[in-house]
Nanobody, 123 residues
Framework: QVQVQESGGGLVQAGGSLRLSCAAS????????MTWYRQAPGKQQPELVG????????NYADSVKGRFTISRDSAKNTVYLQMNSLKSEDTAVYYC????????????????WGQGTQVSVSS
């Protein structure tokens, strides 16, 4: 059974901070990478925020570099998104996505999405 659960969203003023968490489980599988996406109001597709691999390599969208930080507790399969200096344009539903695979067939990779958590930034 695969589960992905985001938490930590809310309403914050511009310039403030929020920390999102994503706890994942996929019994019998390795989870790698863990990725944050967001979908802003009126946008049809979510956009990449950033991701982190099991060995700690990260990448970020240009729009959040220097403001957002992704970290991971691999033992708990939990990823965090620390968001600082928030702007109104960061308002979106934030989704956690995981890729997972079995050691018996590492070429067969599955992905799974959480339900999302709302982040609203007031100007």
């Amino acid at each position: 059974q695969v589960q992905v659960q985001e938490s930590g969203g809310g309403l914050v003023q511009a310039g403030g901070s929020l920390r999102l968490s994503c706890a994942a489980s996929a019994s019998g599988y390795r989870i790698d990478p863990m990725t944050w996406y967001r979908q802003a109001p009126g946008k049809q597709q979510p956009e990449l925020v950033g991701s982190i691999t099991s060995d700690g390599r990260t990448n970020y969208a240009d729009s959040v570099k220097g403001r957002f930080t992704i970290s991971r507790d691999s033992a708990k399969n939990t990823v965090y998104l620390q968001m600082n200096s928030l702007k109104s344009e960061d308002t979106a539903v934030y989704y956690c996505n995981i890729h997972y695979y079995s050691d018996n067939d590492p070429q067969l990779v599955y992905d799974y999405w959480g339900q999302g958590t709302q982040v609203s930034v007031s100007s």
